[in-house]
């Protein structure tokens, strides 16, 4: 008698690998924190004009300097207070959140396509074109921290716009030497020759080929950059040189609240705390996202 | 080893050349008219003229910028706007207080981080671990200008227990040898102003000090990870040494290259970003100048401010990567 034995040919950890790689991220909680600070972030961003409670432009001269709901004379008309011109703080702080992201996606968005163009280049090309480019990025990692994203504002005009270009500027060495490093190592590999020996275009095989491979490092880049990000505007707004008055940007609301430091602390507490939470969350998502998908790190 | 250190000298040059051509060129580059940018909009056609024939506005670019490389040579880095001061002099006199204040911001990250870092990695997961990455992760992603501010408020003006801002007080006097006020109150031995001036530099010293030692922490917290993980740490263990002599004669030795390293780079990073720190508490440094300059578009202390920075920037990176060099000798050898 013949025994019948069933044996499964699916191995049950045989899985698709991002969908490892995405429970090996779930299973850190911390970076699960990051991400739900995100979200919310992101949904104030986006639902701002419903969910704040007033007009964060609109100036009140009766409700100059309210204190917040917890103390003795707020109210909860202004839960976190109002400003020297009577504008809400909890509706600054919600549309600020847009100012914000706005900022951190414009800048890092084309910090990553221009960084990534430009490492893909020098990697794939090498020679002449790899040294010029390699020593602009040097050039503008000759700067330190925000000197020159404060230069360029300085000499171009404080605007929000010029902010973000300048930042972005910044940026683009970041993405340019994770792509050049990969591109040089998978350029040598049996699997490019044999696309190249088909016949395919260079561009095909730089964008279609070698690139998703990089992925892991540029997502975690864009996500710590993200973070970098949010807190360079803020910093330049503060300086003066970003978000200019009135638009609600956490660092401008933060530089203009310095003259009511004693008699209206609040007003100065909670941009601070917003960016701090802001900022908090996508470095707890880049750590976690690091951890699972930089494979030098698995053990 | 000479021939990486030569090697990195060389890198140097073209590296500086570009950083001034970046300046040269923003001047050139701002919409409006350079002579104009630089005397105003009420400036005489007469004096418009003679800044353009002074700097060559009406020559070439690049005849311009060699004028502007040979004044560079000379040690000439131009005139402020608004003060008609020589720029080189008012760095000059600025800048030992932002050295002084950036120092000590050095030490207190080298040595809160390391500290934290060490006992972080050979207590890992402890509550002690998860509450000092937590507080260096926050330690990162906090504003510091807001941070400043914060600790004025609590400190200076709630508990009086700081001064508020500046590097001296009112009633102090100080005889000014060096500009490095601490130095200086210990050369004249005059301890009144001693102790004031340490006390006006607690406040920005450990704001300014907040992210670099976040990140030293962090950095020295994996290397000691790496280097404990080793086999010849478990040899240690095996042979009998004490926890204590297995951390501080083994293990630290090594851990400590890469962190020397970021500590070396953090330096760097501090003299550039004393500017939000300065501008907070009144702080008379480069910082505060530069910062000033830019609010009232005064192009030449930007400039000049820009490139000063830039170069000690480059220049510590320099001495930072021979250090690493001279440490992990096979560094040399790629």
């Not at chain 1, 704040?52 to 609109?58: K, L, Q, Y």
């Not at chain 2, 030569?6 to 050349?17: A, E, K, V």
């Not at chain 2, 671990?129 to 937590?134: H, I, K, P, T, V």
């Not at chain 2, 917290?221 to 926890?243: F, P």
Request: proline share 5%; hydrophobic share 50%; glycine share 8%.
């Amino acid at each position: 008698m013949k025994e019948k034995t069933i044996i499964s040919t699916k191995d049950p950890h045989d899985r698709h690998p991002m969908l490892e790689q995405i429970s090996q991220l779930w299973r850190n909680k911390t970076a699960v924190l990051g991400l739900f600070i995100i979200v919310v972030f992101i949904l104030c961003a986006i639902f701002a004009p419903w969910i704040s409670p007033h007009n964060p432009v609109e100036t009140s001269l009766y409700d100059q300097l309210k204190p917040p709901v917890w103390h003795e004379t707020g109210t909860w008309k202004n839960i976190l207070g109002t400003d020297d011109l009577g504008r809400d703080t909890l509706s600054r702080i919600i549309y600020g959140a847009r100012v914000s992201l706005l900022v951190a996606v414009f800048s890092v968005g084309l910090a990553f396509v221009t960084g990534t163009l430009l490492g893909a280049i020098s990697g794939y090309f090498k020679g002449k074109i790899d040294s010029a480019i390699m020593r602009v990025m040097d050039m503008i990692l000759a700067f330190p921290y925000l000197l020159l994203a404060i230069v360029v504002v300085a000499y171009l005009g404080p605007n929000l716009r010029n902010a973000m270009m300048a930042i972005a500027i910044t940026y683009v060495p970041r993405f340019a030497r994770i792509v050049r490093g990969s591109v040089l190592e998978e350029a040598e590999k049996d699997y490019v020759m044999a696309e190249h020996a088909l016949g395919a275009k260079k561009r095909r095989i730089i964008f279609l080929t070698i690139l998703p491979n990089c992925m892991g490092p540029l997502i975690v880049q864009t996500t710590l950059s993200m973070a970098s990000a949010i807190l360079d505007a803020a910093a330049l707004s503060f300086l003066g040189l970003g978000a200019q008055p009135p638009t609600p940007e956490w660092g401008a609301m933060i530089s203009r609240s310095r003259a009511l430091i004693l008699r209206a602390s609040w007003v100065m507490t909670f941009p601070g705390i917003a960016i701090l939470l802001a900022v908090l969350g996508f470095n707890l998502l880049g750590d976690g996202l690091r951890d699972a998908l930089d494979p030098r790190l698995r053990d | 080893m000479l021939a990486y250190i030569t090697r990195r000298i060389l890198i140097l040059i073209p590296t500086l050349l570009g950083v001034s051509i970046i300046v040269f060129l923003m001047l050139r580059l701002t919409p409006g008219d350079p002579a104009e940018l630089l005397l105003g909009e009420r400036a005489t056609e007469k004096a418009l003229n003679e800044v353009r024939e002074h700097l060559g506005l009406n020559e070439p670019l690049h005849v311009q910028y060699g004028l502007f490389l040979k004044r560079l040579s000379q040690g000439d880095l131009g005139e402020t706007i608004f003060t008609r001061q020589k720029v080189w002099i008012e760095i000059r006199q600025r800048f030992p207080a932002t050295i002084e204040l950036s120092i000590l911001a050095l030490m207190i990250s080298c040595c809160l981080g390391t500290i934290l870092g060490i006992v972080s990695a050979t207590k890992q997961y402890s509550i002690f671990d998860y509450a000092s990455m937590l507080a260096a992760l926050a330690g990162v992603s906090m504003p510091i200008f807001w941070l400043g501010l914060i600790f004025m408020m609590i400190f200076s003006l709630n508990l009086g227990w700081l001064p508020i801002s500046g590097r001296l007080s009112i009633g102090i006097d100080l005889e000014v040898i060096t500009n490095f006020y601490v130095l200086d109150s210990i050369l004249t031995a005059n301890w009144a102003a001693f102790k004031d001036s340490l006390w006006h530099l607690i406040m920005p010293a450990v704001t300014l000090s907040t992210i670099p030692t976040a990140i030293v922490a962090r950095m020295t917290r994996s290397a000691m990870l790496d280097v404990l993980r080793q086999d010849y740490i478990k040899t240690a263990r095996a042979k009998g040494l004490s926890q204590f002599k297995v951390i501080y004669k083994h293990a630290l030795r090594n851990a400590l290259i890469p962190v020397v390293t970021t500590i070396g780079l953090q330096f760097g990073v501090l003299l550039g970003g004393a500017i939000l720190t300065e501008t907070i508490f009144a702080w008379p440094g480069v910082g505060k100048w530069m910062y000033d300059g830019v609010m009232q578009r005064d192009y030449m202390v930007i400039q000049g401010g820009t490139l000063f920075i830039a170069s000690i920037f480059i220049f510590i990176n320099l001495i930072v990567d021979v250090l690493y060099a001279v440490i992990n000798p096979r560094i040399s050898i790629q």
